[in-house]
């Protein structure tokens, strides 16, 4: 900022420094903007040094301005705040002073001296009006910019291979806007005017337009940290910080993990063991075929209860990584240790590979919830990995489609594995049934809109509701409740489009949230 007007000063031929002023005609001010405190202190000594009148604060008697790295615009507009639009003074640049303390008195102002005007141009219209948060617009899976989605998503996950969950966010959230877009971006200058779009980003997005791929992604793609930390983490139970930790101890592959003597969890030997069938995308029919059987044991245990397909499914996804089903029962507080019962109907029957089950340990404060310790609900659920029978499978009719995002990426993920580690028989077990990771999830009726809103996803989505009822509308949201800080009370609702009322939003359909 300009340095404010303090007070005026009286103006003399002694400078308050002690030194005899040379030239009384001329009275200088340093702007401080974009010159800084030191810079403006030491360029001040050293006129007074040579006899020149230097002010601190601005006033009357002022007769030149002197600025560094500012427009002529920029200093009237401060001199407008100081309510001195009107004074005749001359605005010089740095140069003018330099000089003048070289030549030891005040140098005839040429134009060169004088601040430049700011020339302005003609603004072009913008062609997209795109809101800031994500849970604003509509985002359905025609994206037509997959070139350069996928291009910032690819350093969205290695930032959160690193942990720099920031810079993830910001890669995100930049590709979200891209995916909003309802056309293919063919020069930077149409995203004039986006929110969300970084420097980087859009250094990214310009390479990508110009070359056709960004050599800053190619390079973090090819990398072995990168290749070595997406293969560990595609193990079902080792997070980043894991990986990173095996990574440094020389661990890039699952042979070498195998062999390494690590005492792995119960979820990390699972996830080892399948980890083919975990990192193939699982079809619609095959979430549907496990529905099948899930409804069947949750209606079998307590009748009446609701299931539902949650995730990337319910937005119209044709693949996904894993499987998610929200169960519920009409009457509040039957649903009670409905997981521990469903989990013992398909262990009896051999359709479990592996599961944990966790108790529900939400609780509600008349005060309004707590910080949770992260943004993980607390659920009764069983995270679980199916065996899913290949007759099963079969018994729903399979539609090809076009290859998704989801089977790209598990392709690539796969290729590695197959090029780095094992051998495609063992890659390829011949058996008649595969392993898909499945997540029951039971919510209390009263907490069930929330629930479904909240595990329907996207991600990036969720984020944004949360970050638009905390920054916008002063409410915490979670997949339990909205709670209005301003009010002190919680807002029920017994539907999502309840929910987006409540938010202020207008209400967005499932398949149009895949930010």
């Not at 291979?161 to 966010?169: F, K, P, T, W, Y």
């Not at 139970?237 to 890039?252: L, P």
């Not at 099948?292 to 996904?320: M, Y």
């Not at 790209?408 to 028989?425: G, P, V």
Request: proline letters at 3%.
């Amino acid at each position: 900022m300009m340095v404010p007007l303090k007070r005026r000063k009286v103006c003399g031929p002694v400078s308050d420094r002690g030194t005899t002023v040379k030239f009384p005609y001329v009275v200088i001010f340093l702007v401080e903007r974009k010159m800084g405190a030191s810079r403006r202190a030491f360029l001040s000594r050293l006129g007074r040094k040579n006899g020149f009148q230097v002010e601190d604060d601005f006033s009357d008697c002022v007769t030149h301005v002197i600025s560094e790295n500012n427009s002529a615009d920029d200093v009237r507009t401060w001199l407008d705040l100081q309510q001195k639009g009107n004074v005749t003074v001359e605005l010089l640049d740095i140069c003018w002073y330099t000089e003048s303390m070289e030549a030891g008195c005040p140098v005839e102002i040429l134009a060169k001296h004088k601040l430049q005007e700011v020339q302005k141009v003609k603004e072009e219209s913008v062609e997209f009006l795109i809101p800031s948060y994500a849970c604003q617009r509509r985002t359905s899976l025609d994206n037509h910019n997959t070139n350069l989605t996928d291009a910032l998503s690819h350093l969205a996950e290695n930032a959160e291979l690193n942990n720099e969950d920031g810079r993830a966010v910001a890669f995100r959230r930049a590709a979200a806007v891209l995916k909003a877009l309802p056309v293919k971006v063919t020069s930077i200058t149409q995203l004039r005017g986006l929110p969300c779009l970084g420097e980087h980003s859009q250094r990214v997005i310009k390479d990508v337009i110009e070359n056709g791929v960004s050599s800053e992604v190619e390079s973090t793609i090819h990398s072995e940290r990168f290749k070595a930390l997406k293969l560990l983490t595609g193990i079902f139970g080792v997070g980043a910080k894991t990986a990173d930790r095996w990574f440094k101890e020389g661990i890039q592959n699952l042979t070498q993990l195998a062999n390494s003597g690590h005492d792995l969890n119960r979820a990390q030997q699972a996830g080892l063991e399948h980890y083919y069938d975990l990192n193939q995308p699982v079809t619609k029919a095959e979430a549907e075929a496990i529905g099948d059987i899930v409804k069947k044991a949750v209606l079998d245990v307590l009748p009446g209860s609701e299931i539902i397909l949650t995730g990337g499914f319910r937005r119209g996804k044709i693949t996904g990584h894993d499987v998610d089903f929200l169960i519920t029962h009409p009457d509040e507080g039957k649903e009670v240790g409905l997981v521990s019962k469903v989990v013992s109907w398909l262990t009896a029957r051999g359709l479990l590979l592996y599961q944990k089950n966790t108790r529900n340990s939400y609780l509600e404060s008349e005060d309004g919830p707590a910080q949770p310790p992260s943004n993980m609900d607390r659920f009764e659920r069983c995270f679980s990995i199916f065996k899913l029978e290949k007759k099963e499978m079969h018994s729903k009719h399979l539609h090809p489609g076009t290859q998704s995002s989801d089977q790209k990426t598990s392709i690539e993920h796969l290729q590695y594995f197959q090029a780095n580690d094992l051998s495609n028989s063992q890659m390829r077990p011949n058996r008649n049934w595969r392993a898909v990771r499945v997540d029951l999830v039971v919510s209390p009726i009263s907490q069930f809109a929330f629930a479904v809103l909240g595990w329907t996803g996207s991600k990036l989505f969720e984020r944004e509701l949360r970050r638009w009822a905390g920054q916008v509308k002063s409410m915490s949201l979670s997949s339990h409740a909205l709670y209005d800080n301003k009010q002190c009370k919680y807002l029920r609702a017994t539907s999502e489009e309840e929910i987006f009322t409540h938010l202020g939003l207008e209400f967005i359909p499932p398949s149009e949230r895949n930010a």
